[in-house]
């Protein structure tokens, strides 16, 4: 490789990207990296060049995207100082370098539409390998919805009957519905329009296998209500509305564990899908293989204790507003707003409208039994 930007970038950064690859927990999925598994063991214990070479071109190819400049010619290296910055900054699990690419061809190609936009289209502005993908987002989620459509639309009978052949639906009712997935077309079918690479679309970028080996992965689709979506920032922006519990965790449409807390219409299916698998006993068999004959879940669903913040709440009035629902959206802001005292008609009007409401209230009618 002769490219000078390529250059440069090993010459800076190839030791420190092959020492944040190296430091990653190995993933259920290390099938990625399997071509260059031999240099990652020798690297761990000889520190050779030799094989850091080879882990840093592997990397390199998994990450950068076929660009063109003006004349027509190739640009793929035209990011890649970037990328490595980030990555050595917050390194990623391999199962997802084919993210990155993802990211930063869907960059380049949006560039005029996100100036349009207001968004950041200059990738020296933009801080993490994170933040870039919170930019490009809103614009996948669009194209997923479009592809999901037409992939259900399109898929044959045989292909439908296959899916559903390696689907173990364990739950569907009036909370939402939780499928347990057996193959990987199952998996991308279920888990479209999420970011999990579990449903990646492309085969060769896809880490089902490797974790379907070791874990049961179940896919929960909630019902969500206008009560269970309210301005948090951390769901406001989800439009599939899935998780998934892979390996002892719980992952958010966007692919992330570690949000604050999950919408509560999750706690509810999760609560019908373990009545509903009392009464099956192949599924309880086939999670026993893994430990989790007696719970669905293997991980702690976070209870939503968000506390609304002036934003969040003139942004709920003013949609009550619109709706010409003016007394009650009066009843809300009068106690949001501190005027509240101890009118106990209009607290109950408040926690009626909305339980959060009580946080508000002073601590004697907090106390009533009857609020």
């Not at 060049?49 to 010619?73: C, G, H, R, W, Y």
């Not at 539409?113 to 919170?134: C, P, R, T, Y």
Request: hydrophobic share 35%.
């Amino acid at each position: 490789m002769s490219d000078k930007k390529y250059q440069f970038a090993k010459a800076h950064y190839a030791i420190k990207v092959v020492d944040a690859i190296v430091s990653i927990e190995e993933s259920p999925a290390d099938f990625k990296i399997r071509a260059i598994k031999r240099a990652v063991k020798s690297y761990k214990k000889n520190k050779d060049i030799e094989s850091a070479n080879i882990i840093f071109d592997k990397f390199v190819e998994m990450v950068t995207p076929e660009l063109k400049d003006n004349d027509k010619q190739s640009n793929k290296y035209k990011f890649l100082n970037w990328i490595c910055k980030k990555y050595i900054a917050a390194p990623i699990r391999p199962e997802d370098f084919y993210k990155i690419k993802e990211n930063i061809k869907g960059f380049e190609s949006r560039g005029k539409q996100l100036f349009a936009d207001g968004q950041k289209n200059d990738i020296g502005k933009v801080k993490s390998l994170e933040e870039l993908a919170d930019i490009l987002r809103p614009y996948q989620q669009k194209t997923a919805e479009k592809k999901a459509q037409k992939s259900k639309f399109f898929k044959s009978d045989d292909e439908l009957d296959k899916i559903n052949d390696a689907s173990t639906i364990i739950y569907d009712g009036d909370a939402g519905k939780i499928v347990m997935v057996h193959s990987m077309d199952a998996c991308k079918f279920w888990g479209n329009q999420t970011e999990w690479c579990i449903a990646a679309e492309k085969t060769e970028e896809n880490a089902f296998n490797g974790y379907d080996e070791r874990s049961p992965i179940i896919i929960y689709i909630p019902k969500m209500t206008a009560a269970d979506k309210p301005a948090h920032a951390w769901y406001s922006n989800y439009k599939s509305f899935k998780f998934a519990a892979v390996d002892g965790d719980l992952y958010d449409e966007n692919d992330k564990t570690d949000v604050p807390s999950h919408p509560k219409c999750l706690k509810r299916l999760l609560n019908a899908g373990l009545d509903a698998l009392s009464g099956q006993v192949n599924s309880q068999n086939y999670l026993k293989k893994f430990g989790l004959a007696d719970k669905i879940l293997a991980v702690q669903v976070k209870e939503d204790n968000y506390k609304f913040t002036d934003n969040d709440l003139d942004e709920i009035i003013e949609e009550m507003d619109e709706q010409s629902d003016k007394k009650e959206a009066e009843v809300v802001k009068k106690p949001i707003r501190g005027t509240f005292e101890n009118d106990k008609v209009l607290a109950m009007e408040a926690v009626r409208y909305s339980w959060k409401n009580i946080e508000y209230l002073s601590p004697e009618l907090r106390d009533d039994d009857d609020i």
